[in-house]
């Protein structure tokens, strides 16, 4: 079975820094999606950037960034110029590309909380 | 395009009583999802739907039912509560063929 950890529960940036979010993953499937989801105070569960497991090129969206590590099955987000509006729990998820059954769930890691500080 | 919303937001309910949470989503996705949040657990699949008329269990089904009648609407029922069932629940949708799945803000359930 597939397995996500985020080693790290709580974590701190100064704003207008870069932060690292750490997150690894386990599955012996060659083929599959993993996403980085950030939950704000407000509860709402927005996704922030996603990877498919088939594109070496590493996703970018704006200020975020993965380094997504295939072979040491590691998926790290990086904020840079982090805003406070950044601070939030961030989730990072896996799903399978398989479309049978349980396949089609998500995967979450316990997630880590991150702080921004003026 | 109000995208996925959920009803009631907040709801305390005793041991025993039962309860209904709507999920509705105006983006004519296919699947439809119910997870709970619970501290130090992350989110767990309750129960999902691939269409209308369809549904299947997730990893955490017991204690729960759900209907898809209509394509835009997924039910999660509880019939009799329990106190395990204390946690936030979300709603989440997307299209067939894709993976990104659309959030509602979520149902803070307390059971005393």
């Known amino acids: 079975a597939q397995t996500v950890t985020q080693s790290q529960p709580e974590m701190s940036v100064q704003e207008a820094e870069t932060v690292t979010l750490s997150c690894t993953y386990d599955t012996s499937e060659s083929d599959y999606y993993l996403f980085w989801y950030k939950q704000p105070p407000s509860r709402q569960m927005i996704l922030v950037i996603r990877q498919e497991a088939y594109k070496q090129q590493n996703a970018t969206e704006n200020r975020f960034s993965v380094n997504f590590q295939k072979a040491a099955k590691s998926f790290s987000l990086k904020i840079s110029d982090s805003q406070l509006g950044d601070a939030a729990m961030y989730f990072c998820?896996?799903?399978?590309?398989?479309?049978?059954?349980?396949?089609?769930?998500?995967?979450w890691g316990l997630g880590t909380s991150l702080a921004v500080n003026p | 395009n109000a995208g996925v919303t959920q009803t009631p937001k907040f709801r305390v309910l005793k041991t025993g009583q039962s309860m209904t949470l709507l999920c509705a989503q105006d983006m004519n996705h296919e699947y439809m999802y119910w997870y709970r949040q619970d501290p130090g657990m992350g989110l767990r699949l309750i129960h999902y739907s691939v269409g209308e008329g369809t549904t299947a269990k997730g990893e955490v089904p017991d204690g729960y039912n759900v209907s898809r009648l209509k394509k835009q609407n997924f039910l999660l029922g509880l019939e009799s509560a329990a106190p395990s069932q204390t946690s936030v629940y979300f709603c989440?949708?997307?299209?067939?063929?894709?993976?990104?799945?659309?959030f509602g803000p979520g149902t803070r359930l307390t059971v005393t």
């Open positions: 989440a949708s997307h299209h067939r063929g894709t993976y990104e799945q659309y």
């Open positions: 998820a896996y799903r399978s590309a398989f479309r049978a059954g349980n396949n089609r769930k998500l995967i």
